[in-house]
Structure formats: structure tokens, C-alpha cells
């Protein structure tokens, strides 16, 4: 079964810094697609990154940015000048038969 | 694009009644939406894939009487709580695949359910 751990519960960065939050995960499959969403106070989820696991290239979106791993099933997700617009929860996922396995989530704390 | 509204945003029931949450795409066919329930501080607990035309596919643990689903149209799915008790008390997500998409699911802002 597929699994999806994020080890650390909560990450704290100084506004303008950058953060790295960790993913791993485990499959046995050999094309899939991983994602990142964010979960503001509002709880609406957001897309922030997503990646396809034939792609070597990792994803970027402006400040946010992956570094994914195929062969050690890691995914971490690097926030650069960090905003305090940034400040929620984070969820990694992985998307297997069209369902979404979620890791535990990481609350990042923006400090001003 | 890709927007999936849910309706209501939030509830308050008393113990015994029946809620229904409609959760719709506004600008795009989804056959395949999805219901998550989210505990405070937790991730989301997928409970059912609802497919238009047909019934829908529940997790383990998830009494498929107790929880309605109904996907009449490419558009709207909605999750009816039956006989609603205050441990149903919960934040209700869904979320709607775009056929035409590559595989992303886009998600309502959710439905906090407070059952008295």
C-alpha cells in the first residue's frame, strides 16, 4: 500500500528566509504524480506544486520549488523568501488510482 | 477556472436530523468527485469516491447508510449525513476531477458540521 510520511509536524522560518519541508513516500509504482497542497486558516486547499514522477526535472512554481527523488521516494518542497502570507498547514500527497494519499501535514509558522 | 463550490459553508444541526452538503463544479464536468472529513489539526480522511451515473465507493469504515452519496449530474455531487449524532460533528471537504484534466483534483472551501 502506498504511504506518505511528512516527519516533521511543525517548522518555524523567519520571513524572507528560506524552508524546506520533507516528504517521503512509498510505492511500488512506476509512474505517478505527487503534489503539495497548502491549507490556509480558511481550510480551503491549495495547489501549490505538483510533479510527475517520469519528469526529472523538478517542478517550480515562482518562490515554491521541489526536489524530488525517484529513487529514495523523497519529495521536499523549498519555500524561498518566505512570506507571512505563507504561514498554514502543508499537505504532501500522492496520487494512486486517481486517489489522494495524504501525508500527516507540516504547520509552518512565519516569523515577522 | 477549475472552481468547486460547496454549499453550506457551515451548519448547525440538532442530534437525529439529516444534512445535506452539495458540492458542485462550476466550470468544468467532473464524473469523479471526492468526500474528505477533517479532524482539527489532522490530514484529510478520504470517505467516499462518488462517481456520476453510479453508486458510490466508500472506504473501510465508512457506513455507507449513514453517509448519502448522490452524483446526478457531471456538476454536482452531495453527501447527506442520516440521523446526524454530535461525533459527526466534523469539517466535510470535497473535491471534483476534471475529466478533461491531468489527474488534479480541485477542492471546495469545505462544510463545518456542528451537530447539537
Known amino acids: 500500500a502506498q504511504t506518505v510520511t511528512q516527519s516533521q509536524p511543525e517548522m518555524s522560518v523567519q520571513e524572507a528566509e528560506t524552508v524546506t519541508l520533507s516528504c517521503t513516500y512509498d510505492?511500488?509504482?512506476?509512474?505517478?504524480?505527487l503534489f503539495w497542497y497548502k491549507q490556509p486558516p480558511s481550510r480551503q486547499m491549495i495547489l501549490v506544486i505538483r510533479?510527475?514522477?517520469?519528469k526529472q526535472q523538478n517542478a517550480t512554481e515562482n518562490r515554491f520549488s521541489v526536489n524530488f527523488q525517484k529513487a529514495a521516494k523523497s519529495f521536499s518542497l523549498k519555500i524561498s523568501d518566505s512570506q507571512l502570507g505563507d504561514a498554514a498547514m502543508y499537505f504532501c500527497a500522492f496520487l494512486s488510482n486517481y486517489q489522494l494519499i495524504w501525508g500527516a501535514g507540516t504547520k509552518l509558522i512565519i516569523k515577522p | 477556472g477549475a472552481v468547486v463550490s460547496q454549499h453550506p459553508s457551515w451548519v448547525i444541526c440538532k442530534s437525529g436530523t439529516s444534512v445535506k452538503i452539495e458540492c458542485r463544479s462550476l466550470?468544468?464536468?467532473?464524473?469523479?468527485m471526492f468526500w474528505y472529513r477533517q479532524f482539527p489539526k489532522q490530514s484529510l480522511m478520504l470517505m467516499a469516491t462518488s462517481n456520476e451515473g453510479s453508486k458510490a465507493t466508500y472506504e473501510q469504515g465508512v457506513e455507507k447508510d449513514k453517509f448519502l452519496i448522490n452524483h446526478a449530474s457531471l456538476t454536482l455531487s452531495t453527501l447527506t449525513v442520516t440521523s446526524a449524532h454530535p461525533e459527526d460533528s466534523s469539517f466535510y471537504i470535497c473535491?471534483?476531477?476534471?475529466?478533461?484534466?491531468?489527474?488534479?483534483?480541485?477542492f471546495g472551501p469545505g462544510t463545518r458540521l456542528t451537530v447539537l
Open positions: 510533479q510527475e514522477a517520469y
Open positions: 510505492t511500488s509504482e512506476s509512474d505517478y504524480y
Open positions: 473535491s471534483a476531477r476534471w475529466d478533461r484534466g491531468n489527474n488534479e483534483q480541485f
Open positions: 466550470d468544468f464536468q467532473a464524473t469523479t
